[in-house]
């Protein structure tokens, strides 16, 4: 399959089966993350597989989008190794986490496996279920694993704006702030 068709077929799993994510397919998902572009190659990203049940049973506490896979990857980066802009010190984490998460999941779908990418979850309630250290920052939960069989995308999953309305050259001249109604 090629890219963009990756790209189109690839949607948001919200019911998984129970079958458990093989390790070598757990690994080649990891590496893609692993091999993610970062801000000067810094690679402040931080990822906390969580799959026991024990855990998974914790992460209900912090989410209610876990929509009981069998396994979650919780993306965070280390606020004292990621880059800062020179001009702002604006924090490039969050971008660097966003596309470790971005290639994850992209590769967990090249290999048949859904993803929900989770950002709804109290960060507060996953650092205390976790005990994750003040200096990681919580970005995004995936919880991941196989489709159950009657999973189907959601009904505006193929619902995308007009390119117009989403690029511009060499100017916003034009640009209208907030959501158009013509989607």
């Known amino acids: 399959m090629d890219f963009l068709e990756l790209v189109k077929e690839r949607y948001s799993v919200r019911k998984f089966s129970n079958k458990k994510v093989e390790k070598e397919t757990l690994d080649l998902i990891l590496e893609a993350g692993r091999l993610a572009p970062t801000a000067v190659n810094f690679q402040p990203q931080r990822i ?3 799959d026991s049940e024990e855990n998974l049973e914790q992460l209900k506490s912090c989410t209610v989008y876990h929509f009981y896979a069998p396994m979650a990857l919780l993306v965070c980066y280390d606020k004292t190794a990621s880059w800062k802009r020179s001009y702002d010190k604006e924090d490039m984490g969050v971008v660097d986490a966003s ?3 971005t290639q994850m999941m992209l590769q967990a779908a090249a290999l048949g496996l859904g993803t929900t990418w989770v950002g709804h979850f109290d960060p507060e309630a996953i650092r205390s279920a976790f005990q994750i250290p003040d200096y990681l920052i919580p970005v995004a939960l ?3 694993g ?5 999973c189907v995308p959601h009904q505006l999953h193929g ?3 007009e390119m117009e309305h989403t690029v511009f050259y060499n100017s916003f001249e034009g640009i209208q702030e907030g959501k158009a109604s013509n989607k």
Request: hydrophobic share 40%; no cysteine.
């Open 48 to 50: 906390l597989v969580i």
């Open 146 to 150: 196989y489709p159950r069989e009657d």
């Open 159 to 161: 619902t995308r704006y």
């Open 142 to 144: 995936l919880p991941l």
């Open 99 to 101: 596309i470790v998460t």
